[in-house]
């Protein structure tokens, strides 16, 4: 088979492999996606995201009738036309201490699994295929999964997230995630109307704080409301996010209902609403703990044919929120570098490598701004008293590679 006629292997279904399959099928090049999980549903609950600076690239990679459907996937259908700010309270007294409008290029408050399961429409993604071993041939490479099946392929993506396998492969002294020292627990919970009313009255989709004192910190995040669409149900879902540093030496329990129990004490000096948010939380919520890590790269990419992208190539905190903006941004700066190349016959391979490392650097110059920024948003909301205007926690959100700047300071 000529090379040009070998599939681009991506693997991992999330957001950056979703959205650079729908560039590859429009654009006619061959592709296949490989997702270890069953099918797009395997994973319950899921979590918000807001996309801003990822939206221009977005829409440039998806075919217009997908992109038009982009708002079935809103947290909030009934805030559409509230385009919500970015809030940071004071938890002692309640009152808000930054309000940052939205970005220049809009913004767009996501369910990822709502996400994904747009960005799956009309793709070619083989389910139950776990990655677990890469081999370059002279002219091809071949992925390797866990059931013994192979795929030989023209170039391997690695899509596969921040616990990447193929990231593994391509950076082996150097791929292992950073820790930050920072607790975080997240219980995805339904809310009556009632319940919900005040923190809908603060913003219709997502704000923050932290307590001066503790130094402990919330994120409250409404995940699906009544009037979405394909939901009947009267009650609204959000995640409340309660985070604390390592330096506190209080460790997370094992047991969910002593884990809610716990952050409800450490939140019990809270102002109103955010106590009520805790509050609320039955014993039995689906709670989520995640152990907060980072990563980008710091040695070369080893193997020629076989690249990362999204969370694999630049893992983040997200206290920014912008490890899926990166994502979508990578599957275009891929396409914007590679992909003419890719729709040609008899591209001599050498062209195609020159470009791929031409996109190592696009994605190594934002995605280490990205990760560094996030990191210190990450330490900066548990760490009230220092916490200024020109913090990335609180700063604008802008592409680190579009404004020549550091990326914090947009506002
Ligand atoms: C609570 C929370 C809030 C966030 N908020 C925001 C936000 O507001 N804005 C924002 O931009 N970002 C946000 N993020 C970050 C964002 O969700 C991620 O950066 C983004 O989803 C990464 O996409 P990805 O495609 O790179 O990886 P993932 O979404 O992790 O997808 C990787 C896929 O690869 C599969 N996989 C893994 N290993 C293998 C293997 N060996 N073989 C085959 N398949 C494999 C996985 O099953 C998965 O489907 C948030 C993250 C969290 C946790």
């Known amino acids: 088979m000529p090379e040009s006629d070998l599939p681009i292997i991506i693997i991992g279904a999330g957001i950056s492999g979703l959205s650079l399959a729908q560039y590859l099928r429009r654009e006619k ?22 996309l801003h600076y990822g939206l221009p690239a977005l829409e440039e990679l998806l075919p217009p009738e997908l992109y038009s459907r982009l708002n079935e996937t809103n947290v909030n259908i009934e805030a559409v036309n509230d385009p919500g700010r970015y809030l940071f309270f004071d938890l002692k007294n309640g009152e808000a201490k930054y309000s940052l409008d ?3 290029t809009g913004r767009l408050r996501v369910l990822r699994t709502k996400l994904r399961k747009l960005l799956t429409t009309g793709l070619d993604i083989t389910w139950s295929k776990k990655l677990v071993e890469v081999r370059e041939n002279p002219d091809s490479v071949t992925a390797i999964f866990e059931d013994g099946t192979t795929c030989e392929g023209r170039l391997i993506v690695g899509c596969d997230g921040s616990a990447s396998r193929v990231r593994k492969y391509v950076y082996p002294t150097t791929y292992e995630n950073q820790t930050v020292p920072v607790h975080f627990v997240g219980a995805t919970v339904r809310y009556t109307p009632e319940q919900i009313r005040p923190a809908l009255a603060l913003d219709p989709y997502f704000f923050q704080g932290t307590h001066p004192e503790t130094n402990v910190y919330l994120y409250f995040s409404v995940l699906n409301t009544p009037r979405n669409i394909g939901n009947d149900t009267d009650y609204y879902v959000a995640q409340a996010v309660v985070t604390w540093s390592y330096d506190k030496n209080i460790e997370i329990p094992e047991n969910d209902a002593e884990t809610v129990a716990l952050i409800k004490q450490l939140t019990s000096n809270w102002a109103s609403p955010f106590r009520e948010l805790i509050e609320a939380i039955p014993e039995d919520a689906e709670i989520r703990r995640i152990h907060i890590s980072d990563w980008y790269p710091t040695t070369s990419r080893e193997h020629e044919r076989v690249v990362v992208m999204g969370d694999a190539a630049h893992s983040m905190t997200m206290f920014r929120g912008e490890g899926g903006n990166n994502a979508v ?20 391979f050498e062209k195609i490598a020159a470009a791929l490392r031409q996109y190592d650097e696009d994605i190594l110059v934002r995605g280490r701004v990205s990760v560094i920024n996030s990191r210190r948003a990450c330490l900066d909301a548990h760490d009230y008293a220092n916490l200024t205007d020109q913090s990335p926690l609180v700063a604008r959100r802008v592409r680190a590679d579009c404004n020549g700047t550091n990326g914090t300071n947009g506002n």
């Open 29 to 50: 090049i061959p592709y296949h996606v490989f997702e270890r999980d069953p099918s797009i549903d395997a994973r319950p609950g899921g979590w918000g995201l807001t």
């Open 329 to 348: 941004v990578d599957a275009h700066d891929f396409a914007k570098r590679v992909g003419h190349l890719l729709k040609q016959k008899d591209v001599p």
């Open 102 to 104: 939205f970005p220049k």
